[in-house]
């Protein structure tokens, strides 16, 4: 089966298999729709899951008999962790958060970050690697996961930082023009078009597809 990433809350997931890493993403929540992604390296087994958001149960089926080392939360709005206690309580998997966003996400979940993460960082999935990019704006401590693939194209995961057709909602204009700023240096004047990216709610995109709206996007404000 081809890989889509069109998934629906209560449907099934979506399966990507790379080279080394495996990609399924998830649809949870009915009202709120967000994504999450369960990584695994097919190496080693090890898997990290990108956003606990809800329904512990179906999340806990996915990970299966094969444990979780870590739980990686792309920022700290509560659609985004509410099912983290519980996944980490069932796991014993490590937490990771920008730094920014770390204590707010423990103050809302109850759960301690164990690792805070900022521009640079290295996350591992078994033997293969996600780089952090810190993308302020959406909030503070937002992070994207990047995997660059060596048998193909690169894999970037946004949170609610970078959607088709545009950035993640800011409140501020001051958080906007961070946003963009953040996601036209680090992202888009870094990666190439054939980046596949994955948000945190809804379908993918490529920054192909994407790049030609940048100055559309940072003239209307949002």
Known sequence: MTYTG????GGAPDVRELEHLTITKLAVDEQMSNNCYLLRCRETGDQVLVDAASDAPTLL?????????????????????RALADVVAATGAQVLAGAPDAAAITEQTGVPVDRELAQGDTVAVGSCTLSV???????????ALLYEDPAGSPHLFT?????????????????????????????????????????????????????PSLAEWRSRGW
Do not use: C
């Open 61 to 81: 089926s996915l990970v299966g008999d094969a444990g979780l080392t870590t739980v990686v939360t792309t920022h700290q709005h509560w659609d985004h962790h």
């Open 159 to 211: 949170g609610d930082s970078l959607f088709p057709g545009g950035p993640g909602r800011t409140t501020r204009p001051e958080d906007f023009t961070s946003l963009m700023d953040d996601l036209e240096s680090k992202v888009f004047g870094r990666l190439p078009d054939d980046t596949w990216f994955y948000p945190g709610h809804g379908n993918d995109s490529t920054l192909g597809v994407e790049r």
């Open 133 to 143: 990019i810190a993308l302020a704006g959406h909030t503070p401590g937002s992070v």
């Open 6 to 9: 069109d998934v629906t809350p």
